[in-house]
């Protein structure tokens, strides 16, 4: 038997078990799941497969939203923090292989293992826009990803979720009790695909997977009942409405307050703030704190003044086989030209703008970036519950980058 065979051998006996794990999931433990997050889902059409299912990113758990609805296995596309967890990662590869993609990076090799598993007749799943949303709104979906769709062979499945960010907000902890839904929205065959261009199929897939909660909520308003609904919304929002003082926001149980000002208001049920807050909902702000930054990264600033610094942080870089290595515990700053790290003891990383071609958020305010040598590096906050938000670091390094 030759090493390719071997391998082939080994793929079909990992997929075997894949499949076992899918079916006791699917048929035990997809009534528990439905309940928490007050979910209902449409079962998938029988497809030709393989299939590559894209969906919307809107909760922690979409993974299992979106395989509620298909009996058949998929290997999904998961954040490569997944296989940093010990024993739980170990447990998740052995039940579920997930790709791992590592963000804040630009990761082919993600590509070419994607496209393995659908030419080897394996199902797979991947959220195109990658990353979950803030505000309620999808992120961009590029090119890439009817590329992909085009070459990889395999039949094309739109999926959507509806409801989710308003039942598990990104920035937010625990699940509220409302109403969430799943459908498969449209499939395209090979054929239809090879007729389409990059363009009309990356078209397809925005459309097909759109959702907006508050337009949703204009429709038919659900109530989204739960403890603490503000809590951990400085992660995602840091100027005030109200007053515009950067880094004043804090939140507690279902309130959400400016210590600057006083500015203050629920987050109500229904994802509103009150009406004197400054912003009706996480959409508003979300344009409101955009605008704010693009002016704070666009007004003269000398190159010694950063424009935020954090403290209590850990650094680490992370290698392609998942391997972290600790550089130490310190502050971080934006500058106009630079980002630097400055540990307590050891050596500073400080990487000039252009330096740094990827930067993302995983999580609530996990802080991942690379830079033009390929090195990947990731900031947590030394709290388990830290209040740190990175995406105002994220969005001024776009606007001084020019992609936004």
């Not at 940093?84 to 052995?94: C, D, E, F, Q």
């Not at 080897?120 to 709104?137: I, K």
């Not at 969430?180 to 990356?202: H, R």
Request: proline share 3%; net charge positive; charged share 25%.
């Amino acid at each position: 038997m030759t090493k390719m065979d071997s391998n082939v051998k080994k793929e079909k006996a990992a997929h075997r078990r894949h499949q076992g794990v899918w079916n006791f999931f699917w048929y035990f433990t997809a009534p528990f799941f439905k309940l928490i997050y007050s979910y209902k889902c449409k079962a998938a059409p029988k497809i030709k497969g393989p299939y590559l299912v894209i969906s919307n990113h809107t909760t922690e758990l979409d993974c299992v939203l979106v395989g509620l609805s298909f009996k058949k296995q998929m290997y999904f596309v998961a954040s490569e923090h997944v296989y940093r967890k010990g024993w739980i990662s170990k447990l998740l590869r052995w039940a579920f292989e997930p790709i791992a993609k590592i963000k804040g990076s630009s990761d082919t090799l993600t590509v070419m293992k994607i496209i393995r598993k659908l030419r080897n007749g394996y199902n797979v799943c991947l959220f195109a826009e990658g990353n979950r949303s803030f505000d309620g709104r999808n992120f961009p979906v590029f090119d890439a990803t009817g590329k992909l769709a085009k070459i990889c062979g395999a039949s094309l499945v739109t999926y959507r979720i509806e409801g989710g960010y308003l039942t598990n907000p990104r920035w937010g902890f625990g699940i509220r009790r409302g109403k969430a839904y799943g459908q498969v929205v449209n499939v395209y065959s090979p054929k239809q695909l090879a007729d389409m261009s990059v363009e009309e199929i990356t078209q397809a897939v925005v459309s097909d997977i759109n959702e907006d909660a508050y337009e949703r909520q204009a429709i038919k308003a659900v109530a989204y009942k739960g403890k603490n609904r503000a809590l951990g919304i400085e992660c995602a929002y840091c100027v005030c409405p109200r007053c515009r003082t950067l880094g004043k926001i804090t939140s507690k149980g279902n309130k959400v307050m400016c210590t600057q000002c006083g500015n203050e208001s629920d987050f109500d049920v229904y994802g509103n703030f009150n009406p004197d807050f400054g912003v009706k909902n996480t959409e508003e702000w979300e344009d409101l704190q955009e605008d704010y930054l693009k002016e704070l990264a666009t007004a003269d600033r000398d190159e010694a003044t950063p424009f935020f610094t954090d403290s209590d942080l850990s650094l680490k870089t992370v290698d392609s086989d998942h391997n972290e290595k600790d550089l130490g515990s310190g502050r971080m700053a934006l500058y106009k030209n630079r980002f630097e790290f400055l540990p307590q003891s050891g050596k500073a990383v400080s990487l000039l703008i252009n330096d740094i071609p990827d930067m993302s958020v995983y999580s609530r305010n996990g802080f991942v970036f690379s830079d033009s040598a390929g090195t990947h590096y990731e900031i947590k906050a030394n709290q388990k519950k830290s209040p740190l938000n990175v995406r105002k670091y994220i969005t001024i390094w776009k606007i001084l980058r020019g992609n936004l």
